[in-house]
């Protein structure tokens, strides 16, 4: 068993109208520090050792308008299994806490995107009630040395960890890279357009009366 750490700090008081939240995790596999912005411009910074990974990251900020920071480390002398599933892990952690009691927001989110000859879709929704289905076939390949199958659990990872309902398609396509690329933008607009904030929204969008 990992010994673990984790420390979460919320919104600063002297930037009350950013939606701010950064989170640490630290175990004997992975040593992260991870800062996010709601109410960004799309820019993401970060260097993990795995280069198509923050690239795939890169587009994810950039589509969802967030600013997304990273700094660490992880065992990617094994493989990048652990560092891909725990930065799913403390984004969706830092998506909770910036997102405090969700009032004003969308809480639904949707998009297509294609990628020349890929189309993908998502759809989500910010409701607390983690799940994720991931409809996207492609062989257990590689893109450069990145694991496609890893794009799973970094998806799982958030979503269970954001306490996301997730729905990710693939309708065709053939190119990895491409198929990938269509995928990440999909879940960074569509979860872009969930944190949007409604100021028709009163509280919660949701009858109960919270998320």
């Given at each position: 068993?990992?010994?673990?750490?984790?420390?979460?700090?919320?919104?600063?008081?002297?930037?009350?109208?950013?939606?701010?939240?950064?989170v640490?995790?630290?175990?004997?596999?992975?040593?992260?520090?991870?800062?996010?912005?709601?109410?960004?411009?799309?820019?993401?910074?970060?260097?993990?050792?795995?280069?198509?990974?923050?690239?795939?990251l890169?587009l994810?900020?950039r589509?969802?308008?967030?600013?997304?920071?990273?700094?660490?480390?992880?065992?990617?002398?094994?493989?990048?299994?652990?560092?891909?599933?725990?930065?799913?892990?403390?984004?969706?952690?830092?998506?909770?806490?910036?997102?405090?009691?969700?009032?004003?927001?969308?809480?639904?989110?949707?998009?297509?995107?294609?990628?020349?000859?890929?189309?993908?879709?998502?759809?989500?929704?910010?409701?607390?009630?983690?799940?994720?289905?991931?409809?996207v076939?492609?062989?257990?390949?590689?893109?450069?040395?990145?694991?496609?199958?890893?794009?799973?659990?970094?998806?799982?990872a958030?979503?269970?960890?954001?306490?996301?309902?997730?729905?990710?398609?693939?309708?065709?396509?053939?190119?990895?890279?491409?198929?990938?690329?269509?995928?990440?933008?999909?879940?960074?607009?569509?979860?872009?357009?969930?944190?949007?904030?409604?100021?028709r929204?009163?509280?919660?969008?949701?009858?109960?009366?919270?998320?």
């Open positions: 068993m990992s010994a673990r750490k984790r420390s979460v700090k919320p919104t600063p008081k002297n930037a009350p109208l950013t939606r701010f939240a950064e640490v995790r630290e175990t004997k596999e992975t040593q992260l520090r991870l800062r996010l912005n709601l109410d960004g411009e799309g820019k993401y910074q970060g260097t993990l050792g795995i280069p198509f990974f923050e690239h795939m890169d994810f900020a589509h969802a308008l967030i600013d997304l920071e990273i700094e660490g480390k992880g065992d990617i002398h094994v493989d990048a299994h652990h560092t891909v599933e725990d930065v799913g892990i403390v984004l969706g952690q830092a998506l909770r806490v910036a997102l405090t009691d969700k009032s004003g927001i969308e809480r639904y989110g949707e998009a297509y995107v294609p990628m020349e000859e890929s189309l993908a879709r998502c759809v989500l929704d910010l409701c607390n009630r983690p799940y994720l289905r991931y409809e076939p492609v062989p257990k390949s590689k893109v450069g040395t990145f694991d496609v199958e890893l794009a799973e659990e970094f998806f799982r958030l979503a269970m960890n954001g306490g996301i309902t997730m729905h990710v398609q693939l309708f065709y396509g053939s190119n990895l890279h491409h198929i990938l690329e269509a995928v990440f933008k999909a879940v960074g607009r569509a979860l872009g357009k969930a944190v949007g904030i409604n100021p929204i009163r509280g919660v969008l949701s009858t109960k009366g919270l998320l």
